[in-house]
């Protein structure tokens, strides 16, 4: 297994462990937010890494192609069911961009793996890079809130509110470019339907 492989599984690896400090509430202060929080952005490093360590040493194998993806997707979809299980994200709204997004990269995944059938890629374009780019600022800062929202300490009603905020446009926005970049890619790829 090569190097861009081991970080990918890393990745995968890490997931159980975010989860378990975001849920560990017995650890005081909120620290096992921030902990999740640290292993997050870890993890999202080395999505960044293992494609340009792949590309540029010439790396890039099948097991590559299928593992990051699905990674990805573990990742973002872990982050997702923790912040509208715990409200940070609150209801109705939480379920709504989870059924968004996470519906969003089941019919992607389902289109390429019809258009792999075929012999056809299905590339990224830059409404997907993007919605991934919000996506990946957007779910950390929802983390941080989280913190801020259970820490414990008497923080400022100025300092949730900001956080609030930050957190819900980020979210809305991935939400936003989520639907966009999915009806693109129909449109793109439309053929894929033709059966």
């Known amino acids: 297994m090569n190097l861009p ?9 890490l997931i159980p ?10 650890i005081p202060y909120g620290i096992g937010k921030l902990v999740a929080l640290a292993i997050f952005i870890i993890a999202s490093f080395t999505d960044l890494l293992d494609g340009k360590i792949a590309r540029k040493r010439n790396l890039v194998t099948n097991l590559g192609k299928f593992l990051d993806p699905i990674a990805d997707k573990i990742l973002t979809s872990a982050v997702l069911f923790l912040i509208i299980a715990d409200g940070t994200i609150p209801h109705p709204y939480g379920a709504i961009v989870v059924t ?7 019919m992607v995944a389902a289109m390429r793996l019809n258009a792999a059938s075929k012999g056809v890629v299905v590339a990224a374009d830059i409404w997907g890079k993007l919605k991934t780019t919000v996506q990946m600022v957007a779910l ?13 300490f008497n923080v400022s009603s100025a300092l949730v509110l900001t956080t609030k905020i930050i957190a819900y446009v980020l979210l809305g926005m991935a939400t ?3 639907v966009i970049s999915g009806i693109n890619y129909i449109v793109k790829n439309k053929e894929c339907f033709k059966e």
């Open 5 to 13: 492989n081991k970080l990918t599984v890393l990745r995968i690896v």
């Open 17 to 26: 462990f975010m989860m378990f400090f975001y849920l560990a509430n017995f």
């Open 100 to 106: 968004i997004i996470i519906g969003r990269e089941f």
């Open 140 to 152: 950390p800062v929802c983390i941080l809130l989280a913190y801020v929202l259970t820490c414990g």
């Open 176 to 178: 936003l470019l989520t």
